[in-house]
DNA sequence: TGCGTTTTGTTCTCACGTTCACAAACTCCT
DNA sequence: AGGAGTTTGTGAACGTGAGAACAAAACGCA
């Protein structure tokens, strides 16, 4: 990931500032909701659940975009860090496997809010195709390729049964597709260039079991 | 309770291990259900995802289970890492908030599967009471205090739109749950000694989106 | 038994991430 | 205008994590 053009000296943003831009992207949004203009770090990290310092590096990242002596301007902010993610302009989104999870999923109001566009909702099982979900028509798997091309779509959501994944992950990079989210409990093998990220709620349940044994095993509090 | 034994020398393991090792474990379960009784950790490494050496580090940060020059027992190993997360026996587990990603929660088999046992269902609307979700009766929240006293819960899943999130934390606080699973897109504040993990999905379709930009804008493939 | 092969467990080094601490830059007040 | 008070942006120190590399330990075979 180098070679860049000369001019455009590709701050590259460190993994973990990025994880957490999208956080300072809602606090924000929050602070606004509450009519709140300007703040200062200390302010915004609180609203974000992090400590101050970190937030003011991860911002220097981005740009110098606060005022000595006076904080940030929440509006402007907002804007620098929604363009940098890249989420002034909606993402279509293809979500496959329409199962409780699924319907979940599309039924999701984050999803328009912040940035994106569910485009079309696929699953292999007849029996749900053009049923409505969310407003939106179940259609065949195999429309995969043509949905793909048409609305110019980078990023897909798995939520099928994790024997399934793998084989939906491979149509959805062989149509084209660039990104995933992976909520099939299952690893996923993709080529370069594709970045996949997983949602896994049983792993995150078994990091609290860790933790929670260590507790009652250890120290009396 | 007691104060651990001077030979059992409290390894601690490093955060980064403990998020892996529910993955080996599940890389474990699969090779099991193939028939597979040993395996080198260049093997367990390529079902888990990772390369070997991050493996075995993180291996031995539990003990010493394997065999050099043959590898490690399956099912041994699957043992020792679930003993390790606590996952051995069943944890009971509140879900708070029956909407449509409570429901697909509620139906998620992986709890049962892999430690543990959804004791209850709450929602704060009536409407949902005595409706059956997943087997289970939906029950008003204000019983969480009596079901977290009567099954001795530790953790609850936070599944309630944001606003309310916060309110129901303090509750399973006061209760006496000490680990919360946060759905919500919101920060959550608990006292020190209770742990939070949240899974938030447009946070994690933002960082999508942040890579893909990069992807467009920088080198043409 | 002893040698060669395999594979683990661990040490060492480097990269990444977090936090501290402070100079620079801005506002406000006299 | 100048000094006091704020708050940002960043350099430097520290801690954690990742990967390469290798010694130690097991097995198999002559």
């Known amino acids: 990931m180098t070679a860049r053009t000369p ?5 590259d943003i460190p993994e973990a500032t990025v994880a957490r831009l999208p956080v300072y992207l809602r606090a924000l949004t929050a602070l606004a909701d509450q009519g709140i203009t300007t703040c200062s770090s200390e302010d915004l ?30 509006d402007y902010l907002r804007y620098q860090i929604a363009r ?8 279509p989104v293809v979500i ?5 999870l699924g319907h979940a999923l599309a039924n999701f109001s984050g999803f328009r809010s912040r940035g994106f566009r569910v485009v079309a909702l696929l699953d292999a ?30 990023i897909g959501v798995i939520s099928v ?23 099939a409990p299952t690893v996923l093998s993709v080529p370069p260039g594709v970045d996949v ?22 120290e009396p509090v």
């Not at 001019?7 to 701050?11: G, H, L």
């Not at 940098?84 to 993402?91: A, K, L, P, R």
């Not at 049964?161 to 909520?183: K, T």
């Open 7 to 11: 001019t455009d000296a590709v701050r």
């Open 125 to 154: 099982d007849p029996a749900l195709h053009e049923q409505q979900v969310a407003g939106i028509v179940v259609r065949p798997f195999d429309d995969l390729e043509q949905i793909v091309r048409e609305n110019d779509v980078a």
């Open 45 to 74: 990290a609180t609203a974000a659940g992090v400590n101050s310092a970190k937030l003011r590096k991860d911002l220097s990242y981005l740009g110098s975009y606060g005022t000595r002596g006076v904080g940030y301007d929440v």
């Open 197 to 218: 990220r997983k949602v896994d709620l049983s792993i995150e349940l078994q990091i609290l079991a860790y933790h929670e044994q260590r507790k009652a095993h250890g």
């Open 96 to 100: 496959v496997g329409i199962g409780n």
């Open 84 to 91: 940098e993610i890249g989420v002034t302009q909606d993402w």
């Open 161 to 183: 049964p994790a024997f399934a994944a793998q084989d939906v992950a491979d149509r959805m990079v062989a149509a084209g597709i660039s990104s995933i989210l992976n909520f």
